[in-house]
């Protein structure tokens, strides 16, 4: 048995790995983000007319969104995933169409003014309707045999429906982790406990560090509404629609109990998937923690309060950009898309608007380029100067951090080795030193490295690892922005760096040219 790792290697997105045994299957095959966008255009390095089945850890777009183009390229085998994951991606991918369609209209328009060629989405509504067909229910904890390799999903506390998937082929048992929830998750509550394997492959988004107790992040939230409200402004919360949007629905009815007078403030969720997403969860509530079946059992959803309006046109989301107060929800969770860039643009220069992150934000995003202090930042093809307070709170996280990563790690009471996946360098390199302390061997795949695991050695890729110049061009855009929104030395070394820099541009537009 092999295993080839085609994403989320030495980054967060793009989860895909390639498992060769008679048959060849995928575990999950996600959309790339950030700094690594671009790639979800090029074409799968394998025949997906090859591949017999995908095993589909959760629904996050960074673990399926990339399955309809998998469809569009000839796959026509069955996609195994939990229950309430299939009814998620069937909500996420249209959205995403929806999304994908309107960003091409937009470039197509400037592509037709400057007389460069068209360009098409990923995939359509066909692809999606397509591949919601192949799709086949698993429930947690039952063996799936598919002949030559078994297959047993169990929960990982993550999100609504996700796994961790123990797999047995030949002689060896491999377990993939998914996306693994922290100990005490408050909408899932704790990830399954999983003792034996060979190898595990494990992520590491939060390998080197820690997030807030539960109690402290309670408090930040708590202090960061106060203060924003008393501020008269808009609270803008960028949030995934899935799972961490009605965290964040049930941390303010848990406010609002405390401080009633925040009953009286609206709340949108503005998302046009925000109402299915909740009823989603709403209907698979028996899968949720203790702590929120307990307001089902008294006939109270967590996740429905009076002053909360669900948006879902754009007209209904535009209609509230006059508005002087309010709490918003809004997807993409990184500001990478979504109405939630509408917002930014008219809120984001101002004094009084809050700005609350409560998810992870991967490189090269909108979001990470807030957070990391940047001045100005281009939202919509427009400057924005970034006046308004940012806050950040981690500890709302679906991801575990590295205590929970080793507490998971620490129920093996085999010798696996871990195979460290879906975390920024730093995170997996990190999260590898402290396993190592523990006895434990570790490996680090890079992009298109296959592992033998018959054999417990690493091959040499067979496919060109990726070159992200896109992801470069970016990082001189925004240099270009910083230097002209601040003081820099006018002086001949700096004459001298900058016009060896225009020569190389220079000369990279006369190869462009020729393409």
Same mark, same amino acid.
């Given at each position: /048995? ?98 994908? %369609? ?29 591949? /919601? ?9 039952? /063996? ?43 909408? $899932? ?5 999983? $003792? ?43 949030? #995934? ?9 049930? $941390?303010? /009815? ?39 079946? %307990? ?7 967590? #996740? ?52 609350? !992150? ?24 427009? $400057? ?11 500890? #709302? ?5 590295? %205590? ?13 080795? !871990? ?5 920024? =360098? ?62 820099? =030395? ?26």
């Amino acid at each position: /048995m092999r295993i080839t790792f085609l994403g989320a290697a030495g980054e967060v997105t793009g989860s895909c790995f390639l498992l060769e045994n008679n048959k060849k299957y995928l575990v999950d095959c996600g959309i790339f983000q950030g700094k690594s966008e671009n790639e979800n255009e090029a074409p799968f390095p394998f025949d997906p007319k090859d591949i017999s089945g995908v095993i589909l850890t959760h629904a996050h777009l960074d673990h399926s969104g990339r399955i309809p183009k998998l469809v569009k390229e000839g796959f026509k085998g069955k996609i195994y995933a939990t229950y309430p994951t299939i009814e998620l991606c069937e909500i996420l991918w249209l959205d995403t169409v929806k999304l994908m %369609k309107e960003e091409v209209e937009r470039i197509n328009r400037k592509n037709l003014r400057s007389g460069k060629p068209l360009i098409e989405p990923l995939y359509t509504e066909k692809e999606v309707e397509m591949a /919601m067909k192949l799709f086949e229910p698993v429930p947690y904890d039952e /063996m799936l045999d598919l002949n030559d390799i078994k297959v047993r999903f169990r929960d990982s506390a993550h999100i609504l429906g996700a796994s961790s998937l123990e797999l047995w082929g030949d002689n060896t048992k491999i377990v993939f982790s998914g996306d693994v929830g922290p100990q005490n998750n408050v909408m $899932e509550g704790t990830p399954s406990i999983i $003792e034996g394997a060979d190898y595990v492959v494990i992520e590491s988004t939060y390998g080197d560090r820690l997030h807030k107790s539960l109690e402290d992040t309670r408090k930040e939230f708590e202090s960061v509404i106060l203060e924003a409200v008393n501020s008269g402004g808009k609270i803008l919360i960028p949030s #995934f629609v899935v799972d961490r949007a009605q965290r964040v629905i049930y $941390e303010i /009815m848990l406010l609002s109990y405390k401080y009633p007078f925040l009953t009286k403030i609206p709340i949108f969720f503005d998302s046009p998937m925000g109402k299915k997403v909740t009823e989603v969860y709403e209907r698979h509530s028996n899968l949720l923690s203790g702590e929120i079946q %307990k307001y089902f059992l008294e006939g109270i959803s967590p #996740f429905q309060l009076k002053n909360l309006r669900f948006l879902s046109t754009p007209d209904e989301s535009k209609s509230i950009n006059d508005l002087d107060m309010g709490i918003i929800i809004a997807g993409s969770g990184m500001c990478t898309g979504g109405r939630i860039l509408h917002h930014l643009k008219h809120n984001l220069w101002k004094e009084n608007t809050h700005l609350i !992150f409560v998810g992870y934000q991967a490189e090269g995003t909108l979001g990470r380029r807030i957070v990391d202090g940047e001045k100005k930042v281009h939202v919509m093809g427009e $400057e924005i100067t970034v006046r308004a307070k940012i806050h950040t709170i981690n500890g #709302f996280s679906a991801h575990a951090d590295q %205590k929970d990563l080793l507490t998971w790690t620490d129920n093996f009471q085999s010798d696996p080795t !871990f195979i460290i996946v879906h975390g920024e =360098p730093k995170a997996s390199q990190t999260l590898g030193q402290l396993l190592q302390l523990k006895g434990r061997k570790t490996i680090i795949p890079t992009y298109a490295q296959t592992l033998d695991l018959e054999k417990k050695e690493i091959i040499t890729p067979k496919v060109t690892p990726k070159i992200d110049v896109y992801s470069l061009i970016s990082d001189l855009e925004n240099y270009i922005a910083k230097f002209k929104s601040q003081p820099i =030395p006018q002086d001949m070394d700096t004459y001298s760096l900058l016009n060896s820099a225009l020569i190389l541009l220079k000369e990279i537009d006369k190869r462009s040219t020729n393409i």
